[in-house]
């Protein structure tokens, strides 16, 4: 499964969106991007994945770069509830597939 | 979404005794269930995975004789950490994968994670 790298750490205003991005440039063509997040001491959350089109759900929209190189995961009015470690991951949408997590991003929305 | 749960989700236990930890799928059936550890400020880090009827896959580094995994049906798997000692404290969390995804039309395999447990080994 390709690497992902995000920046360790995030800051957003309650109430403005919050842009998270990750990178993963070696990303095969066959490997979906998915979003999770953790909140303290709680197991990961499913957010969002995609393949290369934009995605968009009631959490979250996904924006996919045309070279799949890079993604932008969008919480579009960020609140306290949404401060977690949030973590990009790329893998495969088969049997062989499994979630190998980096070290995410922590996003602080602060008051 | 899908849910797992885990069971216990707090265990304190004495060094040298051996903790169970249960994985279930509650609404759906998963061939495939992963465990993870993680340590404090630390992400989650792959042991193994779990497939139902079959042995299990170890990550490298994983010893296999020490974190037992059964997977005996298809809601339920279970990991065993023997001789339990202090260094083994951690968060264990478990993941299943949902068969055909939640979206319906293609297979999204997308993974879903119990609360985890929390193990402390004194």
């Known amino acids: 499964d390709a690497k992902t790298t995000q920046p360790p750490s995030m800051d957003c205003a309650e109430g403005r969106a919050a842009n998270l991005p990750c990178n993963h440039s070696t990303i095969s063509g066959n490997e979906y991007v998915y979003w999770y997040r953790q909140i303290h001491s709680q197991g990961p959350q499913y957010i969002i994945h995609g393949l290369k089109n934009n995605e968009t759900n009631e959490m979250a929209s996904l924006i996919i770069t045309e070279d799949r190189k890079s993604s932008t995961l969008i919480l579009p009015h960020a609140t306290l509830r949404d401060t977690a470690v949030y973590y990009c991951?790329?893998?495969?949408?088969?049997?062989?597939?499994?979630?190998?997590f980096g070290d995410g991003t922590t996003l602080t929305v602060k008051p | 979404g899908a849910v797992v749960s885990q069971h216990p989700s707090r265990v304190i236990c004495k060094s040298g005794t051996s903790v169970k930890i249960e994985c279930r799928s509650l609404?759906?059936?998963?061939?495939?269930m992963f465990w993870y550890r993680q340590f404090p400020k630390q992400s989650l880090m792959l042991m193994a995975t779990s497939n139902e009827g079959s042995k299990a896959t170890y990550e490298q580094g994983v010893e296999k004789d020490k974190f037992l995994i059964n997977h005996a049906s298809l809601t339920l798997s279970t990991l065993t950490v023997t001789s339990a000692h202090p260094e083994d404290s951690s968060f264990y969390i478990c993941?299943?994968?949902?068969?055909?995804?939640?979206?319906?039309?293609?297979?999204?395999?997308?993974?879903?994670f119990g609360p985890g447990t929390r193990l402390t080994v004194l």
């Open positions: 991951i790329v893998r495969v949408n088969t049997n062989a597939g499994k979630s190998t």
């Open positions: 609404d759906f059936q998963a061939t495939t």
């Open positions: 993941s299943a994968r949902h068969p055909v995804g939640l979206a319906g039309g293609s297979s999204y395999n997308e993974q879903f």
